[in-house]
Nanobody, 123 residues
Framework: QVQLIESGGGSVQAGGSLKLSCAPS????????MAWFRQAPGMEREFVAV????????DYANSVKGRFTISRESAKHTVHLQMNDLNPEDTAVYFC????????????????WGQGTQVTVSS
């Protein structure tokens, strides 16, 4: 069974930056697309960014384009989410997820999930 382990969450002021990381344990995820989702209190979990198994193809939610960058460190089987110019609307629990179904922004098409890491942005 695969577990996804997130790290890097925390608290930051508006305009600041954070970098999240996600690493699988149990086995590697070659061939899987990896994504970040987030869930704010009282809201549904929403798509943030996705990357393919090679790290060559990415896509982002409109709300984070130009501010967030997803990347994949193949040697360590780790996915990162660099978040810049954060604002209070980015406050949420961020989840890492993996899918064997190819590129998708639909949370129910993801096979594996992490436990989430809290990101809090204060104004």
């Amino acid at each position: 069974q695969v577990q996804l382990i997130e790290s890097g969450g925390g608290s930051v002021q508006a305009g600041g930056s954070l970098k999240l990381s996600c690493a699988p344990s149990g086995r590697t995820l070659g061939g899987y697309w990896m994504a970040w989702f987030r869930q704010a209190p009282g809201m549904e979990r929403e798509f943030v960014a996705v990357i393919d198994w090679s790290g060559d193809r990415t896509d982002y939610a409109n709300s984070v384009k130009g501010r967030f960058t997803i990347s994949r460190e193949s040697a360590k089987h780790t996915v990162h989410l660099q978040m810049n110019d954060l604002n209070p609307e980015d406050t949420a629990v961020y989840f890492c997820a993996a899918t064997a179904r190819g590129k998708t922004m639909l949370r129910y098409e993801y096979d594996y999930w992490g436990q989430g890491t809290q990101v809090t942005v204060s104004s």
